[in-house]
């Protein structure tokens, strides 16, 4: 399996808090920067979050304070704990590994829907 699988995506009230897991093969997940993106209908993609090998964490300005990701590299596992949602983070969530030297990334999951109601 070479592609990322996620889960963990559903509906959600505003408030409310969801997790979402990304697993793949070693090969692939074990030495390389991960991240999780979104893309809400009618908007372009946008990263959320990216964790570095030695768990260095970077966040778009919208989701910090609110979303932590973590990963076990030995269990090839990557997380998203996102709390108190709102209702614009609704969007379906990409888990994304391999960065490339150009910045995107080689391997990418088929996404999971996140909703969130008001």
């Known amino acids: 399996q070479v592609q990322p699988v996620e889960s963990g995506g559903g509906l959600v009230q505003a408030g409310g808090s969801l997790r979402l897991s990304c697993v793949a093969s070693?090969?692939?997940?074990?030495?390389?920067?991960a991240a999780w993106y979104r893309q809400a209908p009618g908007k372009q993609r946008e990263l959320v979050a990216r964790i570095t090998t030695s768990s260095t964490t970077d966040y778009a300005d919208s989701v910090k304070g609110r979303f932590t990701i973590s990963r076990d590299n030995a269990k090839n596992t990557m997380h998203l704990q996102m709390n108190n949602l709102k209702p614009e983070d609704t969007a379906v969530y990409y888990c994304a590994l391999a960065q490339r030297s150009d910045g995107n990334y080689f391997f990418w999951g088929q996404g999971t829907q996140v909703t969130v109601s008001s």
């Open positions: 070693s090969i692939i997940f074990g030495s390389n920067t």
